[in-house]
């Protein structure tokens, strides 16, 4: 357990249906990153905040996607209208910022399946 | 936009050394060498990272080439538990990491 948690665990949705994800970093970290993993490739990144401020999208975010991170803790990743193509896990990362030895903490992870 | 090129799997045997390999050769200055490892089902897990030197911690080492263009993760005893997807993959100084397609380790008993 790396103190990152994301709900739920697992999500079957109909396409078209929206779904909503949640991220619970490690408190005292600073930034957080969401990541999109299909089956047999590495996570690919998406989006990250630094504190509520996002900061950075990946071109794999498409305008159905949103993420948030209201108060600088949680985030929040909504998929508008799903598509099969959207069945992925989608993993949340937290990382305090500043120093040399920083590295990411991923959570366990949302299986999205699109029927 | 991976940077890191990494064989698609491995095999061990039980208790042997494991060396995985990973090249870089586009690696920056200011890139640090990172190494995760995925269970099935589970999110990424650190192993260890290093800019130039050598590294050792309780569950690796890192060897890292003089250039930087490659370096190999050694697993002194490789167990069971060890069976996974090991990444290899450079963080910039944004703290960007950019993931492969790892390498699949297979522990054999």
Same mark, same amino acid.
């Given at each position: 357990?790396?103190?990152?948690?994301?709900n739920?665990?697992?999500?079957?949705?109909?396409?078209?249906?929206?779904?909503?994800?949640?991220?619970? +970093?490690?408190?005292?970290?600073n930034? %957080?990153y969401?990541? $999109?993993?299909?089956? &047999?490739?590495?996570?690919?990144? @998406?989006?990250?905040f630094?504190?509520?401020?996002?900061?950075?999208?990946?071109?794999?975010?498409?305008?159905?996607?949103?993420?948030?991170? +209201?108060?600088?803790?949680?985030?929040? %990743?909504?998929?508008? $209208?799903?598509?099969? &193509?959207?069945?992925?896990?989608? @993993?949340?990362?937290?990382i305090?910022t500043?120093?040399?030895?920083?590295?990411?903490?991923?959570?366990?992870?949302?299986?999205?399946?699109v029927? | 936009?991976?940077?890191?090129?990494?064989?698609?799997?491995?095999?061990?045997?039980?208790?042997?050394?494991?060396?995985?390999?990973?090249?870089?050769?586009?690696?920056?200055?200011?890139?640090?060498?990172?190494?995760?490892?995925?269970?099935?089902?589970?999110?990424?897990?650190?192993?260890?990272?290093?800019?130039?030197?050598?590294?050792?911690?309780?569950?690796?080492?890192?060897?890292?080439?003089e250039?930087?263009?490659?370096?190999?993760?050694?697993?002194?005893?490789?167990?069971?538990?060890d069976?996974?997807?090991y990444?290899?993959?450079?963080?910039?100084?944004?703290n960007?990491?950019?993931?492969?397609?790892?390498?699949s380790?297979?522990?054999?008993?």
């Amino acid at each position: 357990d790396t103190g990152v948690s994301q709900n739920p665990r697992h999500k079957i949705t109909k396409r078209g249906q929206n779904v909503t994800f949640r991220c619970d +970093p490690i408190s005292e970290h600073n930034r %957080l990153y969401w990541y $999109r993993q299909t089956l &047999g490739q590495g996570p690919e990144f @998406l989006t990250y905040f630094q504190n509520e401020a996002q900061l950075e999208k990946s071109r794999l975010l498409s305008d159905r996607f949103s993420a948030e991170r +209201p108060k600088g803790s949680f985030s929040t %990743l909504e998929i508008q $209208r799903t598509e099969q &193509g959207d069945s992925a896990m989608y @993993l949340c990362a937290s990382i305090t910022t500043g120093g040399a030895w920083e590295t990411q903490y991923f959570g366990p992870g949302t299986r999205l399946l699109v029927l | 936009d991976a940077k890191t090129t990494q064989p698609n799997s491995m095999e061990s045997n039980e208790e042997e050394p494991v060396h995985l390999p990973c090249n870089h050769s586009t690696i920056s200055g200011t890139d640090y060498i990172h190494w995760y490892r995925q269970l099935p089902s589970q999110g990424p897990e650190y192993v260890i990272h290093g800019l130039t030197s050598n590294v050792n911690n309780r569950m690796a080492s890192l060897a890292i080439a003089e250039d930087r263009k490659s370096s190999t993760l050694i697993l002194h005893r490789a167990t069971l538990r060890d069976a996974a997807v090991y990444y290899c993959i450079l963080r910039d100084p944004d703290n960007q990491f950019y993931f492969g397609t790892g390498t699949s380790l297979t522990v054999i008993p």
